[in-house]
Nanobody
Framework: QVQLVESGGGLVQPGGSLRLSCAAS????????MGWYRHAPGKERELVAT???????NYADSAKGRFTISRDNAKNTVYLQMNSLKPEDTAVYYC??????????????WGQGTQVTVSS
């Protein structure tokens, strides 16, 4: 069994910053792509950013220039540094990871979500 545990959400004023963390634990052989998604009320869940095991990153247009995704492979942890936050960034942020539990057995896992609220 694999678990993803997120932390770092909260309430921040517009223009502020937050850093999200997501640690994977359990029967992990390796992890390929890790990423962050978000789900705002009345909207569909959307991609924020992803990062491969070698560090190649991909960002949604809304995140480019403001958010930075990174990972620590030794700790099976992915981070999302969010700067210049806007009210429209308010959402539940979910961590996602493509986890191999054996050399040829893999599936996607999701965290429980962490609330980010940007408001004055």
């Amino acid at each position: 069994q694999v678990q993803l545990v997120e932390s770092g959400g909260g309430l921040v004023q517009p223009g502020g910053s937050l850093r999200l963390s997501c640690a994977a634990s359990g029967s992990i052989f390796s992890i390929s792509t890790m990423g962050w998604y978000r789900h705002a009320p009345g909207k569909e869940r959307e991609l924020v950013a992803t990062i491969s095991s070698s560090g190649v990153t991909n960002y949604a247009d809304s995140a480019k220039g403001r958010f930075t995704i990174s990972r620590d492979n030794a700790k099976n942890t992915v981070y999302l540094q969010m700067n210049s936050l806007k009210p429209e960034d308010t959402a539940v942020y979910y961590c996602n990871a493509h986890v191999y539990t054996d050399y040829n057995v893999a599936r996607r896992y999701w965290g429980q979500g962490t609330q980010v609220t940007v408001s004055s």
